[in-house]
């Protein structure tokens, strides 16, 4: 078996999730990484969007538990 497509390489336009996931994380990176700047403190945002990258479960497991309730 060949090794998983990595879901960060999916485009855009095939999973809106993944759309939403990255404006999210941009609208809370974006400042931080300004603020960061602003008060010379060391912000690695590159490791901080890895952190949050966009992982497909999370949300699939998300949606089921408000399904639930």
């Given amino acids: 078996m060949g090794a998983p497509v990595s879901e960060t390489n999916l485009p855009a ?24 700047a ?14 949050l990258g966009y992982q497909r479960w999370t949300y699939h497991r998300r949606l089921r538990g408000l399904a639930i309730l």
Avoid: Y
């Avoid at 336009?13 to 609208?27: I, N």
């Avoid at 403190?41 to 952190?51: E, G, L, P, W």
């Fill in 13 to 36: 336009w095939r999973h809106p999730l993944l759309r939403l996931h990255h404006h999210w994380v941009e609208k809370h990176v974006v400042p931080a990484e300004k603020a960061a």
């Fill in 38 to 51: 602003e008060l010379g403190i060391d912000f690695n945002a590159s490791a901080i969007r890895k952190a």
